[in-house]
């Protein structure tokens, strides 16, 4: 038999999920249709409205990962030949790139240094009228936070177009105000500040940009008009529960109890949680001697990026933390891959003890 091993998931996703996530994931089994379910289900999309910070009656989980909102956010807005505006300051939005050139789009890339927060002037500027802009929140490859309030103002002042929001490292983590910020459509993911499994890709979207959708998408799986009847629009009207996939019943109760935890102790406090973590962390590392990658200013509390020390085998560091006090940390992303660490303090791992961990074992691991 396999051991069972239990690492300290401080990288940039999976995090370690709360106790009550992995309960969730334990309940015994219901049918997809099960009323009993069907309860949990749109308790799940109330309590996801409250996450994302809006009233939109199409937010749901949809089942599959993070990159799989994305998907869903760009087949079902994006019509042939459209231009699509994104804002890239790292390897996330690179991937909407290629998703959105995927959909048929006609993209039109804004590339900002890795590291640095988008600017709404420059992604304004890249084109007079597109139909979508599209931006990162919180770019899990840099540590960047961009201010997507401030894009939202510049893109609704000035043009048509729909703003797609990739939330996947903010939500539950650091404040998320999808309506009061102008986002049309957003998707993020389970694993890193929610604190539950990777599995699910929570996914909002407004009436405006569903009234704009492509009628017939690609993706049969992904079609947000077929979906409706899944999350239960077509029971809300009475006409009950369609089948149209499987739902995936141990994660949406796992996510379900996530979120119980994550609004009893209070959104707000939640935000407070991992920002106090974060810049515990970031003040060690600096104390440490280390050299911090995120401007400052723009650094996110719940994903710190480091420099990797001159003369210092990035790769040798991350296999000591597994193997002596199983730790998990990430490498870099794209160019940085051997240059720059990647910690992760999401969901339950928010928390003065696991700073103290961490900064112990990598003080000790570089003989510092
Ligand atoms: C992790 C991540 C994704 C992709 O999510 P998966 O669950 O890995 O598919 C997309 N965007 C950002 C910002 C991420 O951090």
């Known amino acids: 038999m396999t051991s069972i091993v ?17 309960e969730g994931l334990a309940r015994p089994l219901l049918g997809h249709l099960d009323p009993a379910f069907l309860t949990i289900m749109d308790e799940t999309c109330d309590r996801l409205r409250v996450a994302w910070g809006t009233d939109n009656a199409r937010t749901l989980p949809l089942s599959a990962t993070g990159s799989a909102g994305m998907e869903a956010a760009f087949v079902n807005t994006v019509h042939p030949g459209d231009v699509v505006v994104v804002a890239v300051n790292g390897l996330f939005g690179q991937r909407m790139c290629e998703v959105a050139s995927r959909c048929g789009a006609e993209v039109v890339p804004v590339e900002h240094t890795w590291g640095t927060a988008i600017d709404p002037e420059r992604v304004l500027a890249a084109h007079p009228s597109p139909k979508i802009v599209a ?11 961009s201010d997507i309030a401030a894009l939202g ?15 996947v490292t903010s939500i539950g ?14 998707y993020a993911g389970t694993q890193k500040c929610l604190g539950v499994a990777p599995g699910l890709a929570p996914f909002t979207i407004n009436d405006r940009a569903f009234a704009r959708r492509v009628e017939r998408p690609q993706s049969w799986y992904l079609d947000l008009g077929l979906l409706g009847g899944y999350v239960g629009e077509a029971g809300a009207k009475g006409g009950g529960r369609t089948y149209h996939h499987t739902a995936p019943v141990a994660m949406i109760s796992s996510l379900h109890a996530g979120l119980g935890r994550i609004l009893d102790e209070g959104l707000e406090n939640v935000w407070a949680r991992h920002a106090a973590a974060g810049q515990a962390l970031q003040d060690g590392l600096e104390t440490m001697g280390l050299e911090l990658f995120a401007e400052k200013g723009s650094r996110l509390p719940d994903l710190t990026t480091v420099r990797v020390p001159d003369g210092v085998d990035s790769a040798a560091v991350r296999r000591t933390l597994l193997e002596r006090y199983d730790i998990e940390i990430g490498g870099g992303a794209g160019e940085f891959a051997a240059s720059v660490w990647r910690i992760g303090l999401m969901g339950p791992n928010a928390r003065p ?14 003989g510092r």
Request: proline fraction near 6%; charged fraction near 20%.
């Open 135 to 145: 931006a990162v929140h919180a770019e899990t490859s840099t540590g960047v936070r």
């Open 173 to 186: 983590g650091i404040e998320l105000r999808a309506d009061d910020w102008g986002i049309d459509v957003g």
């Open 153 to 167: 103002d510049a893109v609704h002042a000035s043009t048509d177009a729909l703003l797609v929001v990739d939330a």
């Open 353 to 366: 003890d696991a700073v103290a961990l961490l900064l112990a074992a990598l003080a000790e691991t570089l």
């Open 6 to 22: 239990q690492r300290h998931l401080f990288g940039p996703g999976p995090s370690n999920p709360y106790p009550e996530a992995t």
